[in-house]
Nanobody, 115 residues
């Protein structure tokens, strides 16, 4: 069984920064994709950033240049550094792990950007 545990959410002012972390445990294969999705109130869940086990990254257009996804394979941990945060970044952020066609999700962590 795979478990994902997130941390790092909170309240931040516009223009501020936060870093999210997510550690995976259980039957983790070395070849996988980890990343982040988010869901704002009344909206569908959307992908934010993904990173392969080889380090290749992709970003949604709305966060490119402001967010950075990284990972530590030895720790099975993925990070999301979020800079220049905007009110529209307010959402519940979910960690995601893709292994052999299966998706696993964390419990979500709230990020609120407000003055």
């Amino acid at each position: 069984q795979v478990q994902l545990v997130e941390s790092g959410g909170g309240l931040v002012q516009p223009g501020g920064s936060l870093r999210l972390s997510c550690t995976a445990s259980g039957s983790i294969f070395s070849i996988n994709v980890m990343g982040w999705y988010r869901q704002a109130p009344g909206k569908q869940r959307e992908w934010v950033a993904l990173i392969t086990s080889g380090g290749s990254t992709t970003y949604a257009g709305s966060v490119k240049g402001r967010f950075t996804v990284s990972r530590d394979n030895a720790k099975n941990t993925v990070y999301l550094q979020m800079n220049t945060l905007k009110p529209e970044d307010t959402a519940v952020y979910y960690c995601n792990l893709k292994i052999q066609g299966y998706d696993y999700w964390g419990q979500g962590t709230q990020v609120t950007v407000s003055s």
